[in-house]
């Protein structure tokens, strides 16, 4: 067992570790897991933009604006719904066969609140597989991203969280597209999960 670290010096000093520390290293430990993961597949998805990058479709960016519905109102400050916008960023190369990597950046704030109060940017790296054999302007497929989530919450309170995306689309023709997708996420420090149902309808360039 190695003793570099602050797990290995615990080990050697003979103590093991201090009640409640265990948990907190291992949560931090897997959420540093799935964030380098994270990292890892946007490197991978750029190194593919960058050999195909002489392939880049034109209508490779997304702008959408919708609402949220927040499962948890102790997150949404004791709202119902949320402003949503969003930005899809795609790529001609794909991390898995058959699909479409893009990344995209959602932000959600509370509608009776402030901007830039009790606010969440999301940040993901995301597969979209289009079923059937429908032409441009009129497919339907489904999506599913892994990212990071930042609240922020209230002063002092600024947290990164781990999150997920899924969510299904049709496009309305070659420039529009409507969506109904799941944000979701583990719980803040406070015990607030941010987790998110959403609409958009998006314009693609």
């Given at each position: 067992?190695?003793?570099?670290?602050?797990?290995?010096?615990?080990?050697?000093?003979?103590?093991?570790?201090?009640?409640?520390?265990?948990?907190?290293?291992m949560?931090?430990?897997?959420?540093?897991?799935?964030?380098?993961?994270?990292?890892?597949?946007?490197?991978?998805?750029?190194?593919?933009?960058e050999?195909?990058?002489?392939?880049?479709?034109?209508?490779?960016?997304?702008?959408?604006?919708?609402?949220?519905?927040?499962?948890?109102?102790?997150?949404?400050?004791?709202?119902?719904?949320?402003?949503g916008?969003?930005m899809?960023?795609?790529?001609?190369?794909?991390?898995v066969?058959?699909?479409?990597?893009?990344?995209?950046?959602?932000?959600?704030?509370?509608?009776?609140?402030?901007?830039?109060?009790?606010?969440?940017?999301?940040?993901?790296?995301?597969?979209?597989?289009?079923?059937?054999?429908?032409?441009?302007?009129?497919?339907?497929?489904?999506?599913?991203g892994?990212g990071?989530?930042?609240?922020?919450?209230?002063?002092?309170?600024?947290?990164?969280?781990?999150?997920?995306?899924?969510?299904?689309?049709?496009?309305?023709n070659?420039?529009?597209?409507?969506?109904?997708?799941?944000?979701?996420?583990?719980?803040?420090?406070?015990?607030?999960?941010?987790?998110?149902?959403?609409?958009?309808?998006?314009?693609?360039?």
């Open positions: 067992m190695c003793p570099i670290g602050p797990s290995g010096l615990w080990r050697t000093s003979g103590k093991g570790f201090p009640p409640g520390l265990e948990n907190i290293a949560n931090n430990l897997f959420k540093s897991g799935v964030l380098a993961l994270t990292l890892c597949l946007g490197v991978f998805a750029s190194a593919q933009y050999r195909d990058r002489l392939r880049v479709e034109p209508y490779n960016v997304t702008f959408r604006l919708g609402i949220g519905l927040p499962f948890d109102s102790n997150f949404a400050a004791g709202e119902d719904l949320f402003y916008l969003g899809d960023y795609g790529l001609q190369g794909s991390i066969r058959g699909g479409h990597t893009f990344f995209s950046v959602d932000w959600f704030n509370p509608t009776g609140g402030d901007i830039g109060k009790n606010d969440a940017f999301n940040f993901a790296v995301n597969q979209r597989f289009y079923t059937g054999d429908g032409y441009l302007g009129e497919r339907t497929y489904f999506f599913v892994l990071t989530l930042f609240v922020d919450g209230e002063t002092g309170k600024d947290e990164w969280l781990i999150s997920g995306r899924v969510g299904v689309g049709k496009e309305i070659e420039s529009l597209v409507a969506e109904i997708s799941l944000l979701l996420s583990e719980d803040t420090r406070g015990g607030a999960n941010p987790t998110t149902a959403s609409i958009h309808i998006g314009y693609r360039f």
